[in-house]
């Protein structure tokens, strides 16, 4: 497994991981080491202690040669002085009595120490009663049961030192969280004012907080979206001159060709200047752009209605949409518009009998396809037709202005939505156009 595939995604989770991690590691060398510690010395002495009191009430019974009346003496002394539970089990052996697995670090500590204290033979059972360790001892003439309370072989202070650990790591933690996220937000914010200028909202707030260097990056963003935007503004002023002064001409052109005698000429000259118009017409706005328009809702069935309605298409072709009442979209209409009769009316002009417009939904994003029977376009030249300028031939896309223009400009209009436009096969048989557009 590559530790990519383990690493989070975000940037967050990634600041959060340098944190947590190292945190987390420390924590469980600390807690091993201390326990083990812990254990290896306060439990060996504990241990030690409780074979020391076995061995000195057995040594006391043994030089009163097991009196019944000392037994019961020496056993009521080591009740009330060491909490030990004790009776005798006559004419029995150790081997009467079983052992379960050492499991547990109380079962090692024990089997380590007690036989520094106790001189006999001897068993023990930390599992049978709860909170209970019981230490069977073999004497002379039988075994002596010890009982006695697990607490006094046990040190509450592991419990109070990991519990402490652990609530201040997390303290420790959900601050740094706190931190973390105040230091996300000036970068999120970075990210959607690039965002939103890519889709060509200019006017996104973008005050620089945070850290010295997001403060920074925020400023230098701010130097560049304004320096663009002027480089924008004054392309189309200087667009919008150029198209005056080509315009003027054009239409002294059309006034002295109105005064030909020749009407055949007439009639070619003036479809030579209307195609002449409609090439600049066509640069320009493909140059220009539509970025000052604003983003409004729409229906989108009634939008693609309308367009249907005003324009004339060949009424051979069965147009059918498939598309739910109020289906509401958010796009700039006018450019949305140009995207969409630029598609159809390819789509009409090269169809057989059939185009289909429907609607679909994913991954967040809306999708409007476009599809029709018609000749299609090879796999291998569907990139090409996105080149400005450039027109395949005996192409589909030729027809909009006869500049090579209409699906460059349509692709622009797009990805100032924050989209795509991708072609492939249709259902029908032609070609299929796919935009794409954020929900």
Known sequence: MKIKTILPKTF?????????????????VLIYVFYERHWEDVGRRLALALGGQISYIIEEISINNYNELQISRSFNRGKEYFLLESKIHLDKTIKDFTQHKISSLLDNTLLNSLKERIKYNYKFDTK???????????????????????KTLYSS????????????????FILALHFMRQQIKPLKNI??????FGKGNNNFELKPRGAFELKLLSEVFIKMRERIKNQIEQRTEMLA??????????????LQIALLKDKS?????????SEMRGMIEAYLAFAKG???????????????KKILKRNNFDNRLEIKTFI?????????????NRVILNILSNAAQYAHKKVHISRDFHMKNNILLIEDDGPGIPQNKRKEVFLAFHRLDKSRFTKYGRTGLGLTIAKNIIKGHGGDILLGKSNLGGLKVEVTFPA
């Open 12 to 28: 967050f989770g990634r600041s959060l991981a340098i944190i947590l991690i190292p945190m987390l590691i420390l924590q469980f």
């Open 128 to 150: 049978t009663i709860k909170n209970t360790v019981i230490l069977f001892v073999e004497v002379e003439n039988g075994v002596i049961e010890f009982s006695v309370p697990r």
């Open 157 to 172: 202070t592991i419990e109070v030192f990991m519990g402490f650990m652990l609530i201040t790591a997390l303290l420790l």
């Open 191 to 196: 990210m959607l004012a690039a965002e939103e």
């Open 241 to 254: 001159g150029i198209g005056h002064d080509l315009r003027t001409p054009l239409t002294r052109m059309k």
């Open 265 to 273: 000429a007439v009639d070619s000259l003036t479809e030579d200047v």
């Open 290 to 304: 539509e970025e000052e328009e604003k983003i409004r809702n729409i229906n989108l069935k009634e939008f693609i």
């Open 324 to 336: 739910k009442e109020n289906d509401i979209i958010s796009v700039r209409p006018i450019a949305f």
